[in-house]
């Protein structure tokens, strides 16, 4: 078209403006918000496949985010009408993530590749389900968010390849929060992994074999978590697992023994780096820090312990082994500093 000879283009949407729409239907608070998201994010993609608009509004790892959290939060508030169940929504977020690493894996220079937070919104997801698979769908996404970390790949340019890493380990690396985000999830776990309308019928030995196998998911995740590259357990990792062994477990003297392990492994830690502040905020602060010499035990994890180890003599008889090893600790390091 044109007015007094000067040729106009018509308007068209760019990248941003969807991103305004996408934002709009996020923040919405409705039932119908996050689908409605979804949907634009998806007709955002097959226009860009199409080729037949002249702006460049390929979604970016950000309209993703945006859609993700959308699900992610209407499954954590429960929005009053949304009929649809928690785990289908959990299952949305995922299918996004899966979306979004094959967009990555497609192209090298892709601008749409999973981060940290793309993994971590959609374990957020199946941990607000409070679902019977929660568990083993967080676990999948941790294996797969720790895989995304390492993985590589072919590139090939003209007659040479070469392997180039998947992921940047700066976009994609799981931090020690993750794996206490599983171990959390499984030790809240209060379902047998099957359906609510079965559940009453199932025998004291399958509740047991049903809530060994997520707490195997929780030991899995710690000692992920003791050999990763990326993080190390802090006191936040054993206060959870713990917590498992009380919940999951049978109460026997194998539980109790298998916890005094997990407890001895806690003190023999070494806390991250930087994990303690020198600047104390509160004396609330300060009693729930770990003490001196105290490795990963801090007010949480000894609280955890004195809950698995009902009788006075065990648990007096773990904490002075404790003390003892806590003094002797502090000792080791002022005659090394010497």
Same mark, same amino acid.
């Given at each position: 078209?044109?007015?007094?000879?000067?040729?106009?283009?018509?308007?068209?949407?760019?990248?941003?403006? =969807?991103?305004?729409? /996408?934002? %709009?239907?996020?923040? &919405?608070?409705? !039932?119908?918000? +996050?689908?409605? @998201? *979804?949907? #634009? $994010?998806?007709?955002?993609?097959?226009?860009?496949?199409?080729?037949?608009?002249?702006?460049?509004?390929?979604?970016?790892?950000?309209?993703?985010?945006?859609?993700?959290?959308?699900?992610?939060?209407?499954?954590?508030?429960?929005?009053?009408?949304?009929?649809?169940?928690?785990?289908?929504?959990?299952?949305?977020?995922?299918?996004?993530?899966?979306?979004?690493?094959?967009?990555?894996?497609?192209?090298?220079?892709?601008?749409?590749?999973?981060?940290?937070?793309? =993994?971590?919104?959609? /374990?957020? %997801?199946?941990?607000? &389900?409070?679902? !019977?698979?929660? +568990?083993?769908? @967080? *676990?999948? #996404? $941790?294996?797969?968010?720790?895989?995304?970390?390492?993985?590589?790949?072919?590139?090939?340019?003209?007659?040479?390849?070469?392997?180039?890493?998947?992921?940047?380990?700066?976009?994609?690396?799981?931090?020690?929060?993750?794996?206490?985000?599983?171990?959390?999830?499984?030790?809240?776990?209060?379902?047998?992994?099957?359906?609510?309308?079965?559940?009453?019928?199932?025998?004291?030995?399958?509740?047991?074999?049903?809530?060994?196998?997520?707490?195997?998911?929780?030991?899995?995740?710690?000692?992920?978590?003791?050999?990763?590259?990326?993080?190390?357990?802090?006191?936040?990792?054993?206060?959870?697992? #713990?917590?498992?062994?009380?919940?999951?477990?049978?109460?026997?003297?194998?539980?109790?023994?298998?916890?005094?392990?997990?407890?001895?492994?806690?003190?023999?830690?070494?806390?991250?780096?930087?994990?303690?502040?020198?600047?104390?905020?509160?004396?609330?602060?300060?009693?729930?820090?770990?003490?001196?010499?105290?490795?990963?035990?801090?007010?949480?994890?000894?609280?955890?312990?004195?809950?698995?180890?009902?009788?006075?003599?065990?648990?007096?008889?773990?904490?002075?082994?404790?003390?003892?090893?806590?003094?002797?600790?502090?000792?080791?390091?002022?005659?090394?500093?010497?």
């Amino acid at each position: 078209t044109s007015w007094q000879g000067v040729v106009l283009s018509k308007v068209q949407p760019n990248l941003q403006t =969807y991103k305004l729409v /996408l934002h %709009a239907w996020a923040a &919405s608070h409705t !039932v119908e918000g +996050p689908d409605r @998201a *979804e949907e #634009i $994010l998806r007709h955002m993609l097959s226009l860009s496949k199409a080729g037949n608009i002249g702006v460049e509004i390929l979604p970016d790892v950000k309209c993703f985010h945006i859609v993700m959290k959308a699900h992610a939060e209407a499954i954590r508030k429960g929005i009053k009408g949304d009929d649809g169940s928690a785990a289908e929504r959990a299952h949305k977020v995922t299918a996004l993530l899966d979306w979004m690493e094959l967009l990555g894996v497609r192209s090298a220079t892709s601008k749409i590749q999973p981060t940290s937070d793309s =993994y971590r919104i959609a /374990l957020s %997801a199946w941990v607000w &389900s409070h679902h !019977v698979d929660a +568990p083993k769908e @967080a *676990e999948s #996404i $941790l294996y797969r968010m720790i895989r995304a970390s390492q993985d590589t790949k072919i590139v090939v340019t003209g007659d040479t390849a070469s392997v180039k890493a998947h992921s940047d380990p700066c976009t994609v690396q799981p931090e020690t929060r993750d794996f206490n985000t599983l171990i959390n999830c499984c030790s809240f776990a209060r379902r047998v992994g099957v359906d609510k309308s079965e559940e009453d019928k199932l025998s004291l030995f399958q509740r047991q074999v049903a809530h060994r196998e997520i707490y195997n998911i929780a030991e899995g995740a710690l000692h992920a978590l003791i050999s990763s590259p990326h993080a190390q357990p802090d006191s936040a990792t054993f206060s959870g697992i #713990i917590r498992a062994a009380i919940n999951l477990l049978p109460n026997t003297d194998e539980r109790d023994e298998q916890i005094i392990e997990l407890f001895r492994l806690a003190y023999r830690t070494p806390p991250a780096e930087g994990s303690t502040s020198t600047r104390i905020t509160s004396t609330t602060s300060e009693r729930m820090q770990a003490p001196p010499g105290a490795g990963c035990v801090d007010a949480n994890v000894l609280r955890q312990l004195r809950h698995a180890l009902p009788s006075t003599d065990d648990y007096i008889r773990v904490r002075e082994e404790f003390e003892e090893y806590r003094r002797q600790n502090i000792g080791d390091h002022q005659n090394g500093g010497e």
